[in-house]
């Protein structure tokens, strides 16, 4: 059974920073796209940003270019966001996500849920 568990949310004032992980089990990602979405109260959820297997590519939405970094760690099944002056319009659930494709086309629709972690940044 394949399990996507998230860590590191919390409560954080604007301009701080976090840091959340994804651990995988159940299957291996090594050759698989990963990454973080995330859904505030009223909203869709969006792509926040994605990695492909090498970790060479990665995709990250307007909002959060040049404040979060994705990385990924094959050897340990695992993908982080780190997080940089964060925003109140930051304030969402954040869902770890993975695909069975190393690659993906248009809209990334992923194979695989986390449960979600809560970022909330007080102004």
């Known amino acids: 059974q394949v399990q996507l568990e998230e860590s590191g949310g919390g409560l954080v004032q604007a301009g701080g920073s976090l840091r959340l992980s994804c651990v995988a089990s159940?299957?291996?990602?090594?050759?698989?796209?990963m990454g973080w979405f995330r859904q505030a109260p009223g909203k869709e959820r969006e792509v926040v940003s994605t990695i492909r297997s090498s970790g060479s590519s990665t995709y990250y939405v307007d909002s959060v270019k040049g404040r979060f970094t994705i990385s990924r760690d094959n050897t340990k099944n695992t993908v982080s966001l780190q997080m940089s002056s964060l925003k109140p319009e930051d304030t969402a659930v954040y869902l770890c996500?993975?695909?069975?494709?190393?690659?993906?086309?248009?809209?990334?629709?992923?194979?695989?849920w986390g449960q979600g972690t809560q970022v909330t940044v007080s102004s």
């Open positions: 159940g299957r291996t990602f090594s050759r698989s796209v």
């Open positions: 996500a993975a695909s069975n494709s190393e690659n993906y086309y248009g809209p990334w629709v992923p194979d695989y």
